[in-house]
């Protein structure tokens, strides 16, 4: 079975920076990826997502020009680079995988999910 876990959470001032990681086990995979949050209270929103390739990307409003995502597929890992981070982006993040190859911020595409990291921004 695949298995997706996320690394690289914590807590970081306002302005500060932090790099997920989503690495997948079980067998290789070339699924877009997304990257998902869930703020204490609220309902699960789309970050970013990537193709299969590497070649497309997509970004919610709340986090673009600040959060990048790349992959690297030999390593069977998907980052998540976040930059000025605000107190807004505090939540647990998500990635999760599925049998698209072009991704989408609807969580309801996706099939696997790991287990989550907390981010949480604060003075």
């Known amino acids: 079975q695949l298995q997706l876990v996320e690394s690289g959470g914590g807590l970081v001032q306002p302005g500060g920076s932090l790099r997920l990681s989503c690495t997948a086990s079980?067998?290789?995979?070339?699924?877009?990826i997304g990257w998902f949050r869930q703020a204490p209270g609220k309902e699960r929103e789309g970050v970013s997502c990537?193709?299969?390739?590497?070649?497309?990307?997509n970004y919610a409003d709340s986090v673009k020009g600040r959060f990048t995502i790349s992959r690297d597929n030999a390593k069977n890992t998907v980052y998540l680079q976040m930059n000025s981070l605000k107190p807004e982006d505090t939540a647990v993040y998500y990635c999760?995988?599925?049998?698209?190859?072009?991704?989408?911020?609807?969580?309801?595409?996706?099939?696997?999910w790991g287990q989550g990291t907390q981010v949480t921004v604060s003075s």
């Open positions: 990537i193709s299969s390739s590497g070649g497309s990307t």
């Open positions: 999760a995988a599925g049998t698209r190859r072009i991704g989408t911020l609807n969580p309801g595409a996706y099939d696997y």
């Open positions: 079980g067998f290789t995979f070339y699924s877009a």
